[in-house]
């Protein structure tokens, strides 16, 4: 097991820009995917982004390419979030995981708690 915990969220107006970042203590970290979903209120919990092991690959969801970057530091096991050009439907808490490559939640088997990312219109 890893343990994830994320930090940088906050409050943005639309159009500006947050750095979410999640350490990850434990097993190595070099050992799994990670991935960054989120979960608006009354909706299901959606992926947003994953970098694979060697960090070589990457994957976003349609509603976040071209304004999100996902990148790692594996020396800090530490993943970041980069995300530009916020909208208000951006609005939610957002999760990072560890797991194997892919889009499905189903996929990663450590979650952090989450952090909440509020974008005003």
């Known amino acids: 097991q890893v343990q994830l915990v994320e930090s940088g969220g906050g409050l943005v107006q639309a159009g500006g820009s947050l750095r979410l970042a999640c350490a990850a203590s434990g097993r190595t970290f070099s050992t799994y995917a990670m991935g960054w979903f989120r979960q608006a209120p009354g909706k299901e919990r959606e992926f947003v982004a994953v970098i694979s092991r060697s960090g070589f690959s990457r994957n976003y969801a349609d509603s976040v390419n071209g304004r999100f970057i996902i990148s790692k530091d594996s020396a800090k096991n530490t993943v970041f979030l980069q995300m530009n050009s916020l909208k208000p439907e951006d609005t939610a808490v957002y999760y990072c995981?560890?797991?194997?490559?892919?889009?499905?939640?189903?996929?990663?088997?450590?979650w952090g708690q989450g952090t909440q990312v509020t974008v005003s219109s």
């Open positions: 995981a560890a797991g194997v490559y892919g889009s499905k939640a189903e996929f990663f088997g450590s």
